[in-house]
T-cell receptor, first 118, second 114 residues
C-alpha cells in the first residue's frame, strides 16, 4: 500500500525554538495532505488541510502563524511549530490522499512525530 | 457532544472474538473507517465501508453498518495479542469541502489477555 513517512519521529527542543516536521508520500503523489494533533489517550484533532501550491486551510482555533504549513511539492508537506512552548508538546500526525486515486476515500497516515518542548 | 462515539476500553481473551462499537450522528457520512494505532505509532487503516453497504468482511475483520441506527461495528475473529491497540472509528462526508476531513472517535483501547 501507499506509504507516508514523517521525520523526525521524535524531537525534543527548548522553549522558544522552532521545529520543522516533514511529511512525505514515498510512492505516490499527494493532492492533499492533512495535519493532526493528538493528545495522550485522545483522538486526532485536524489542524489544517494542505494543498500543493496553495495556502493551507486551518481549522477553527488553530493559529496559522504558530503552525506554519508548506506544501511545496506533491510529495512533501512541512509543519513548522514556531516559538514552541511546553503546551505545544504533542503527537503530530500527517495523512495524505493519493492523487492517482483521490476518490477511493482512503487516507494514508504517517507514523507520527512526537514533539516534546522543555 | 462528539460526532463519533466509541466505548473507551475493551478487554478480551486471546482466541475470542472482539466487537468494537461506534455510533455517528451525521447521516450524510459517506465513508466509515476503522483505524488501528499501536503505542507511539501512527494510524494504520484496517478497513473501510461505503455508506451504501451493510457489511464488509476481510479475513478476520468484519464490519457491520446499520445506517438506520447510525451504528458501526468491527468484529475481530480469533483475537491475538498483536491485536492489542487503540481502534479508531472515523467518518467522512463526500462533500467537496469536506473531502478528506475525517471526524474521529476517541478510540477504543483493546487489551488482549492470554
Amino acid at each position: 500500500g501507499a506509504v507516508v513517512s514523517q521525520h523526525p519521529s521524535w524531537v525534543i527542543c527548548k522553549s522558544g525554538t522552532s521545529v520543522k516536521i516533514e511529511c512525505r508520500s514515498l510512492d505516490f503523489q499527494a493532492t492533499t495532505m492533512f495535519w493532526y494533533r493528538q493528545f495522550p489517550k485522545q483522538s486526532l484533532m485536524l489542524m489544517a488541510t494542505s494543498n500543493e501550491g496553495s495556502k493551507a486551510t486551518y481549522e477553527q482555533g488553530v493559529e496559522k502563524d504558530k503552525f506554519l504549513i508548506n506544501h511545496a511539492s506533491l510529495t512533501l508537506s512541512t509543519l513548522t511549530v514556531t516559538s514552541a512552548h511546553p503546551e505545544d508538546s504533542s503527537f503530530y500526525i500527517c495523512s495524505a490522499i493519493d492523487r492517482a486515486n483521490p476518490n477511493t476515500g482512503e487516507l494514508f497516515f504517517g507514523e507520527g512525530s512526537r514533539l516534546t518542548v522543555l | 457532544g462528539e460526532d463519533v462515539e466509541q466505548s473507551l476500553f475493551l478487554s478480551v481473551r486471546e482466541g475470542d472474538s472482539s466487537v468494537i462499537n461506534c455510533t455517528y450522528t451525521d447521516s450524510s457520512s459517506t465513508y466509515l473507517y476503522w483505524y488501528k494505532q499501536e503505542p507511539g505509532a501512527g494510524l494504520q487503516l484496517l478497513t473501510y465501508i461505503f455508506s451504501n453497504m451493510d457489511m464488509k468482511q476481510d479475513q478476520r475483520l468484519t464490519v457491520l453498518l446499520n445506517k438506520k441506527d447510525k451504528h458501526l461495528s468491527l468484529r475481530i475473529a480469533d483475537t491475538q495479542t498483536g491485536d492489542s491497540a487503540i481502534y479508531f472509528c472515523a467518518e467522512m462526508k463526500e462533500a467537496t469541502d469536506s473531502w478528506g476531513k475525517f471526524q474521529f472517535g476517541a478510540g477504543t483501547q483493546v487489551v488482549v489477555t492470554p
